[in-house]
């Protein structure tokens, strides 16, 4: 089955650029999905189709990704996007997430 | 504004069936441009897809859970729901229903979940 990787925890400080990634075999094939999720609220779609940002998203998060990582990318950092972020990408018609990474801002 | 309602028992017994239903609020979803999903999470852990549905009754399940699970859609009811079956303590866990939207129906690569419920949260004990 297919997996996607990503770091358990990252950490940045206010004001800087945060780069959190996901790495699956050949994941650039496909299309890659970022999901916010602070505690205790549903996730929220922040990135699909690996760049594409959805209406009401700050354009301080951006997507990318090629060979096998995709990448989520948030320039000025702020206290509000502590949170956990999920990617997901579809492998032989199954959804697939990965385990997520734990963004500290301090 | 479309907004999906999560409801059903939050305590099952072991060896039980687990049901749940997604409602949907100001948005149809007999819709061609969109599947209906669900995903859980449990305690502390991350999500997991569980499956999705076409208002035409079309389904695609995790490949894990296919055995268990049934994913039926209610046109007249404008609501979708998700059965589980001989659940366990590992079925525990946080139940989102959400709409996955594409632009491009040709294929579900192209899919992303951009409409989440609140969430169910369902506990499996006796």
């Known amino acids: 089955s297919y997996h996607l990787i990503q770091p358990p925890s990252e950490s940045v400080s206010p004001g800087q650029t945060a780069s959190i990634t996901c790495s699956g075999d050949r994941l650039g094939d496909k299309y890659a999905s970022w999901y916010q999720q602070k505690p205790g609220q549903s996730p929220v779609l922040v990135i699909y189709q690996d760049t594409k940002r959805p209406s009401g998203i700050p354009e301080r998060f951006s997507g990318s990704n090629s060979g096998n990582t995709a990448t989520l990318t948030i320039r000025g950092t702020q206290d509000v996007d502590e949170a956990d972020y999920f990617c997901?990408?579809?492998?032989?018609?199954?959804?697939?997430f990965g385990g997520g990474t734990k963004l500290t801002v301090l | 504004q479309l907004q999906l309602q999560g409801s059903g028992p939050g305590l099952v017994k072991p060896s039980e069936t687990l049901s749940l239903t997604c409602s949907l609020s100001d948005g149809s979803i007999s819709s061609s441009a969109h599947f209906w999903g669900w995903i859980r999470q449990p305690p502390g852990k991350g999500l997991e897809w569980i499956g999705n549905?076409?208002?035409?009754?079309?389904?695609y399940y995790n490949p894990s859970l296919k055995t268990r699970v049934t994913i039926s859609v209610d046109t007249t009811e404008n609501q979708f729901s998700l059965r589980v079956s001989s659940v366990t303590a590992a079925d525990t866990a946080v139940y989102y229903c959400?709409?996955?939207?594409?632009?491009?129906?040709?294929?579900?690569?192209?899919?992303?979940?951009?409409?989440w419920g609140k969430g169910t949260s369902v506990t499996v004990s006796s």
């Open positions: 549905i076409y208002y035409s009754g079309l389904t």
């Open positions: 959400a709409r996955l939207s594409s632009q491009n129906t040709a294929d579900l690569k192209y899919y992303y979940m951009d409409v």
């Open positions: 997901q990408a579809w492998d032989s018609k199954t959804a697939v």
